[in-house]
């Protein structure tokens, strides 16, 4: 059990790295952390640093994720972490306060105190923003990533992640060789902030996540053709904005009718082309991201959703392209470790509420593969993806707290 007065240095502790670490950003506004950027690797070094400093042996991999390890008392691992990318122009805390708190957790241990090696991992590229997929060294730690599909990837620039992985120094040709050796995980544990409001609301410091949406995300490109807004005839026209304006709109409409908080549709990019005040659209690139905790729910909604683009489609003669970005089931997570977890609150006198996540976490894709748990902190108003982002350093220690009580009384 943690006395109060190392829970508040465990607090203090990560603010400063936290606030030391957001400074890592491509924007004054917010925190814009892409991967393969310099802010990114200049984060990754910063970490690479604590890490070191806590007495971890660190090693990085060919997808960008850094690794910092504990020797135990066996070969077994046991795996703490979340990414350390971000949106644009978003939080402090949305990823990388999970490889703080995890390197915090690990700083309370010494070499052979536990039952398996603690492994500490910053994951590159979680949120997909960059290149339209997301979980790259999640996916390629569990071995779910083809060097080949690296190069289908490509940010605005036209840049593949295939090509940036090269350009900072990773082999994408060599992901298979960090594979986990899956059979030899006790477990993946993830500390997060809720980025909703619902555990905000409730007053309560930690959330148990019980379970995990699935997402579908797409790139879709809608061509028409570009006259004069003046003289040509509504009746004339191949207007791509008409088709994509059904579009959003039945996403909207789709989810929302669904009436259930974890179904949700959104349409996060429209670009229209020419882009001028006078010019019918002749192109417009949008992207689509469906969740729903059932998989059903969520690819009926998809369904409705190109069901609606497509009949646009046709009514104005125009042509449409589809690239499905990332598609992940929704998962529940493993009852044994969230029991664990639940005992260490109890007996840290620590009330919590469980709770399904509405946002995707890098223990999505894992949690299918290996007994995964999640422990949520508040989000202030639920805020989260802008720089209102704010969770209390306190709530964070909370979770480091329950997490170093649930290893101190591991036995197999
Ligand atoms: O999109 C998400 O839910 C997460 O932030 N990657
Ligand atoms: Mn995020
Ligand atoms: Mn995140």
Redesign the pocket.
């Known amino acids: 059990m943690l006395e109060e007065q190392m829970v508040g240095s465990i607090a203090q502790r990560i603010q400063q790295e936290l606030a030391a670490l957001s400074h890592y950003s491509a924007t004054e506004k917010g925190v814009t952390r892409l991967p393969f950027t310099k802010e990114a690797e200049d984060a990754l070094v910063c970490l690479e640093k604590m890490m070191k400093e806590t007495g971890l042996s660190t090693c990085r991999d060919h997808s960008g994720a850094l690794h910092g390890f504990l020797p135990g008392k066996s070969e077994k691992r046991f795996i703490i972490g ?2 350390y990318d971000s949106v644009v122009e978003g939080g402090a805390y ?2 990388i306060a999970g490889v703080v708190c995890g390197i915090e957790i690990a700083r309370h241990f010494s070499t052979d105190s536990l039952p398996f090696t603690l492994e500490i991992v910053a994951f590159n590229d ?1 949120e997909g923003v960059r290149f339209g997929g997301g979980f790259l060294s999640s996916k390629a730690l569990l071995g779910e990533l083809k060097s080949e599909e690296l190069k289908k990837y490509c940010d605005a620039d036209g840049v593949s992640c295939y090509e940036a992985m090269q350009r900072s120094g990773c082999d994408p040709e060599k992901i298979a060789e960090d594979v986990w050796p899956l059979e030899n995980i006790a477990g993946f544990l993830e500390i ?1 902030i809720e980025q909703g409001a619902r555990l905000y609301q409730s007053g309560l410091p930690i959330g148990l996540v019980t379970g995990i949406v699935g997402m579908r995300r797409f790139d879709i490109e809608i061509t028409g053709r570009a006259d004069h807004a003046g003289t040509t005839p509504m009746t004339m026209r191949a207007d791509a904005l008409t088709a994509a304006a059904a579009f959003i709109l039945t996403a909207q409409k789709a989810a929302a009718e669904r009436a259930a908080p974890d179904v949700v549709a959104t349409v996060g990019v429209c670009e229209v082309k020419p882009g001028t005040v006078n010019t019918v659209p002749a192109f417009v690139h949008l992207t689509l991201d469906v969740r729903s905790l059932d998989a059903a729910v969520r690819d009926e909604v998809v369904e409705t959703c190109f069901d609606a683009l497509h009949k646009a489609a046709a009514a104005n003669d125009l042509a449409v392209k589809t690239q499905e970005k990332l598609t992940v089931a929704p998962v529940k997570m493993d009852e044994t470790l969230m029991a664990r977890l639940s005992e260490a609150m109890t007996e840290e006198d620590i009330p919590y509420m469980a709770l399904a996540s509405g ?1 995707g ?1 890098d223990a999505l894709p894992i949690a299918r593969r290996v007994p995964a748990a999640m422990l949520f902190v508040p989000s202030r108003d639920g805020r989260s993806h802008c720089p209102e982002e704010y969770s209390e350093p306190e709530d964070f220690a909370r979770a480091v707290r329950v997490v170093i009580h649930m290893l101190e009384d591991w036995s197999e």
């Open positions: 979340s990414h949305d990823g979680e997060h946002a976490h």
